[in-house]
């Protein structure tokens, strides 16, 4: 069944927002590799490439639908951030935004009685209680650290094992 205008209007807006997500992680990466803080600027690069399988999530949801794709200019970010914790603490803000924007595409497929987009939109629900809680958790022990070195190398090195994972490939073992 086609998507109706308003929850297509709400998704391609979505979109955007995603790839302005990978945008605003890969500044703050490249910004990271410049201090040489190489596991916080792979953390961050991983985030990227996260927020740009968010985005195809979406993409390819708008076409399933037999909806239309617009594709508008995505917002510039900054490569000036001055520490980890200020960079942290904004993805934090970032999020809950984000959060924000995906209930409200809830609150329009439940009104819609678009049940195939409301389960689509469960997987995002899930991942943004992630998603807060990562870009919190390092907030705050940034905060701890403070201006101790040890610990922001120990940091540094915790984030640089993080692994990506495509959630847009099926589950299940890889095929030959
Ligand atoms: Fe795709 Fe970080 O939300």
Redesign the pocket.
């Given at each position: 069944m086609k998507i109706n205008q308003k929850l297509e209007d709400a998704i391609n807006k979505q979109i955007n927002?995603?790839l302005y997500?990978a945008y605003l992680y890969l500044g703050m990466s490249a910004r990271c590799t410049e201090m040489n803080l190489k596991g916080m600027a792979h953390w961050l690069y991983v985030?990227a490439q996260?927020?740009m399988t968010?985005?195809m999530k979406f993409y390819r949801f708008v076409l399933d639908r037999s909806g239309h794709p617009v594709m508008p200019a995505i917002e510039g970010v900054s490569t000036d951030w001055k520490a980890p914790v200020e960079m942290f603490a904004a993805a934090y803000e970032?999020?809950k935004k984000?959060t924000a924007m995906i209930n409200n595409i809830v609150d329009i497929a439940l009104a819609e009685r678009d049940h195939a987009t409301a389960s689509m939109l469960n997987w995002?629900v899930d991942?943004?209680v992630e998603?807060e809680a990562n870009s919190s958790e390092i907030t705050e022990k940034l905060k701890l650290i403070g201006e101790s070195k040890d610990g922001l190398f120990m940091l540094d090195k915790e984030l640089s094992v993080r692994v990506f994972v495509d959630s847009t490939l099926p589950a299940g073992p890889a095929q030959p």
């Open positions: 927002a995603e997500s985030q996260e927020e968010h985005a970032h999020e984000v995002f991942e943004q998603e």
